[in-house]
């Protein structure tokens, strides 16, 4: 009977572990993996059960050896377990288990064998076996991937801080010694001759149990301690449905014997059947009720508790409303002894209680230190934990190796005040509020789904906050700004004016500055295309270098003079327009000829799609289209390092569509929105063209607007090439 006390109970609660965790969170990798390290110990503790329990030698020996795959496939299980804990890291390469597995692998394959166990003794007490030389190999193996492993939990342990790595410690100190005593009973010891201590080899799994139910139930470690208590209490209430159903049966047989001197199988199973299908759903509910009353207080549904708290805390803007919902709701879903909310007041540079929902504290406070929070903060911003729910137990847990001043004193005040968790509200990187939860009624910890929900709660509720505290200003503020309004309006009047002449003057100032400029410089750019022209005799060879410079300079200054000229008549309404029937085809094939060589000298592959569909001739202004046709050519060429530049006209339906694309630079989202406006040019073009102005985009613009025409640009973002698009209306 040893084997039943010793191996039995134990392989129940490895299985059960093992489920609750699976079930907890699948997709996670921490519960998934840690489900294959229990089913590895369960298939280990059941072989050596059914060893110790059979009595005949051959299914003795079978399962004396059979129990080598479980315990070949713990330190491979558990070493999958280990690298993804506590973070959820990235796992080991499909290359890398497979190569793990091999050890595993060749223990499997010869299981069967007296290279494993030799032979078996049949004793009282269990199963003597005695092993053979596989077990050698068995023990490097463990050793080997038990250094792995604990070298990897080490590590983990160093980079952890606060409740992770107190998750961490307990279970590295658990598997840790878990394994060693199942290393020494089942396999050291039965090298030396000891065969009698593996009866108590599943021990080594109680151990690992005993450390993670302990992180289970204090440290909320994969968190499944609700999973297991409502598993509990759901078995009960099944034994307990089962055990009225049975005495009603009973009954029922009783009754109808009474009545009909013989009791019907079928009668009875026809009544039976008939209370199950009217009272299942009555009883159902009752039980909920009951087992959400007394054994579940904290229990709620989340999707409906963030619902509700989205609705009220977007469709209220009443200040004081706000604060009683958020910590009345939250006394209500959490089932704690108080809520408490604080507010910023930034004229006194305190927190103060905006409202208090439960039962009051002894040492009840209307303000909080902001002090003292404020180095509270500073200190978990300086842990990467800004904006994290502030545990007291995990903080007095944490502190006991830090013996930090700030968190001495963090604790004086929560256990002072009752406070079990610290909510922090934050908007914009601001700090505008803090919610103080007591502890739980129930005397239960606050889950991570507790913590995740109040998260998003303080999210909400902060944004809510400030939008309340923003619409209690306005109202104050709206007859004082009423007054300053009408103020302000007649004093923007009276600027508007003085804009309006201030306006009229730059224009003039742009207009006359730029006609004066271009008279000299058009005689500069004659008199040096006359001398490069040697119309003034032979330039020397030297100078021929630094003149063509100064004559293109000369160039670029009087195409900047011509824009500043164009936005001046532009702003001011005096552009004029010569509009004429033009031959689009014509033109654009005109612009094109004219930058071919241009385009081939950059190394580019520029070319020219002529419509397939004949075109009409439209109503246009032929040399302003003509400046915009040759500014957005020039551009693409400019802009385009290497690759393409593709020119294309084309009728469709009602418009013909002129676009030029490149596979330039491109243009970033976030230039878009610029792109035509004055003195716009896109990031890091300055750095390849030093002369554009950025007005050259807005002209264009505002030459098509004349005709009617639209003009856009698109790109798939920066360095993935451009397309500017022309529209005009047949």
Known sequence: MLPFFTHLPIFILTLILGFFVFLKNRSNKINRYFFYFSLAAALWIISLFFSDTFKMYEPALFWSRFSIIGASLLPY?????????????????????????????????????????????????GTEAISGDIYYLLLIYFVVYLILCFRKLYLSRKKTSGLLRLQ?????????????FGVFTNLIALLIGLTQTSLFGSFSALIMILFIAYAILRYRLMDIRVIIRRSAVFTSLVLLITAIYAILAFILSLVFTDLFGVSSLILNGVVMAILVAIGFEPLKKWLSEVTDSFL??????????????????????????????????SLEVFKCARVSLFLLDKKD??????SLAGQTSPNQIDRIDRNLFVKVFNYFHSQNQEKDIIVREEVRKNNEQLKNKILDALLKELDKYEVNLIVPMYSKEELIGIIFLGDKKSGDVYSTEDIRILEIIAAQSAVAMENAQLFEEQKHFTEHLKIEVDKATKELKVANVQLK?????????????SHQLRTPLTVIKGYLSMINQNDFGQVPAKLANPLDRVYKSTDRIIGLVEDLLNVSRVESGRMQFDFEMVNLPDLVKEVFEELE??????????TYQKPTKKIPELKLDRNKIREVLMNLMDNAIKYTEKGFVKVNLEKLDDHVRFSVSDSGRGIAPDEMPQLFQKFSRAKGVQLMHTEGTGLGLYIAKEILLKHHAKIWAESKGASKGSKFIIEFKI
């Open 77 to 125: 299980t558990f070493l999958l377990f280990v690298y993804v804990f506590p973070y959820q890291t990235k796992e080991i390469k499909i290359v890398g288990k497979i190569l793990l597995f091999l050890p595993t692998l060749f223990f499997i394959i010869f299981f069967n064998t007296n290279y494993n166990i030799s032979k078996v003794v049949i004793h009282d007490w």
């Open 168 to 180: 961490v410690t307990y279970a590295f100190w658990g598997l840790g010694l878990g394994f060693l």
């Open 296 to 329: 579940f207080k904290a229990e709620y549904k989340p999707q409906e508790v963030l619902a509700e708290f989205s609705d009220r805390l977007s469709s209220t803007l009443d200040l004081g409303t706000l604060t009683q919902f958020i910590t009345q709701k």
């Open 349 to 354: 540079s305190q927190y103060k209680q905006a």
């Open 501 to 513: 002449k201030l306006d009229a003057a730059k224009s003039d100032f742009i207009d006359i500055a």
């Open 597 to 606: 060589q241009h385009g081939k000298n950059q190394g580019l592959d520029f």
